[in-house]
């Protein structure tokens, strides 16, 4: 039987919208997992199952195409698509393909914003759950791993998780510029919506020591404050609070300005003139314009923050480019050794072949070579071992190094004629 074929079938943002992602989720197998249900499909032989917000796929190994067309009807049996809507997002890629998709997939060159590492954990708990239900075997444990590896050296080689392509981590990478080190520093929200939170998220990872939150109704401020370990305040005290802190993240959705220039150059004194940023995401903003004029202020707006993020996202695409070289490399150093699978078996019958002559000439000899000792017996099988090992060692060697597409066939059928592996002589193959 020929090795299994890789297949990956699957949809993800860039070939289907959201209504139809969310009918092939892992919620669609309430009785039963995909793991499961695409383990016992005929002529599947390892299953990991891929479900996110952005992305559904199935990445099996199989023989034959009415494997790949049972992932499919498995999927319409559990949904309420039909086959035309199905087959119009659905991407089928075989081997080669199916490699190289995962390798981009693992490296973040797929994903909605490139170079965001989420989509590598997800890939990771697919895989260990696969692994639970003893779901793969040699060729996934081997694929999923390296795609690991792809990713790490993604990472590690360019520039491509390095620059801000959020506005709430755009605002955090700004802030490490102005200050060099945000350990020990002390931040303020004020206001407390989804992007200051997410924002302050990011410095408290950055090594912020104090979080002050000051919102107008103070009960969401005691709650926000809770869930991120900071310190609520109402709006009337933010003028004292911000004597003491470096950072500033306003956000109140307020109609006017609520921080005018004459607020700010009031507390610089008491401040002793020390740095103080303001990052204003409100729309209508919050903080006057003009705060940029007070020195050892830095005041930046939402506006700022776009073109930052419009520019970083600009480089990932340069760093992407160079991933997309990694990626390659890797897919042919895979295929090598998918190639070399062909010739595992050529290898196991030459040295069945060669264990089973030593053990029937030494057989032969024993008999003419009476009264030997325990020891002696022990030193003649570890001598004739040996000497079979070396016979084969430069030929083994030799398959191993010179498989290849192009000459596989080949190369196999004159090994086989080589060591009379296809010949019958009254013995054992």
């Given amino acids: 039987m020929s090795k299994p074929e890789i297949a990956l079938l699957g949809v993800n943002h860039k070939t ?3 209504e139809i992602r969310e009918c092939l989720t892992l919620r669609n197998f309430p009785d039963s997992s995909p793991l499961e ?11 990991v199952f891929l479900s996110t917000c952005n992305r559904v796929e199935a990445l099996v190994t199989c023989q034959g195409e009415d494997a790949i067309e049972s992932v499919k009807q498995l999927w319409l049996s559990r949904s309420d698509l039909n086959e035309k ?4 997002s659905l991407y089928v890629h075989r081997n080669q393909e199916a490699i190289r998709h995962l390798f981009r997939v693992a490296a973040s060159l797929d994903s909605m914003v490139v170079g965001e590492p989420q989509i ?9 759950k696969a692994v639970e239900a003893k779901a793969t075997g040699m060729i996934l444990n081997r694929l999923l791993h390296k795609a690991f590896s792809v990713a790490k050296r993604v990472r590690t080689e360019t520039r491509i998780a390095s620059h801000a392509v959020s506005i709430s981590y755009a605002a955090v990478e700004l802030a ?4 060099g080190d945000l350990y020990g520093k002390t931040a303020m929200l004020i206001g407390a919506g989804e992007m200051a939170e997410l924002a302050a998220q990011h410095l408290k990872t950055n090594g912020v020591k104090g979080l002050i939150v000051a919102n107008r109704t103070l009960s969401r401020a005691v709650n926000l ?3 991120l370990g900071g310190k609520p305040i109402s709006l009337d005290e933010v003028d004292q609070a911000l004597v003491d802190v470096d950072i500033v993240i306003s956000s109140t959705g307020a109609p006017d300005i609520i921080l005018t220039r004459d607020r700010v150059k009031k507390i610089m004194r008491p401040r002793r003139h020390n740095l103080l940023f303001f990052i204003d995401i409100a729309v209508p903003r919050d903080i006057d314009p003009k705060v940029n004029d007070i020195e050892n202020v830095y005041l930046y707006d939402i506006d700022d923050l776009k073109g930052i993020v419009e520019f970083n996202k600009a480089e990932r695409e340069k760093e992407a480019a160079r991933a997309e070289r990694i990626v390659e490399s890797e897919v042919i150093k895979f295929l090598s050794w998918m190639e070399s699978l062909d010739i595992v078996p050529v290898i196991q019958r030459i040295q069945q072949k060669g264990e089973e002559i030593r053990q029937r000439e030494l057989s032969r000899s024993k008999k003419c070579l009476k009264g030997l000792t325990a020891e002696q017996e022990k030193a003649l099988d570890v001598m004739t071992r040996s000497i079979v090992q070396k016979l084969l060692s430069d030929p083994i060697i030799f398959l191993k190094k010179n498989v290849s597409p192009e000459n596989n066939k080949q190369l196999l059928d004159i090994t086989s004629k080589l060591f009379g592996l296809n010949e019958r002589d009254g013995r054992e193959k």
Avoid: W
């Fill in 16 to 18: 289907a919208p959201v």
């Fill in 37 to 47: 249900l695409l383990s016992g499909i005929p002529g599947i032989k390892e299953a």
């Fill in 85 to 88: 809507k199905l087959n119009q």
């Fill in 120 to 128: 590598l954990g997800q890939i990771k708990d697919a895989y260990k």
């Fill in 176 to 179: 490490r510029k102005i200050f």
């Fill in 225 to 227: 404050a809770r869930d």
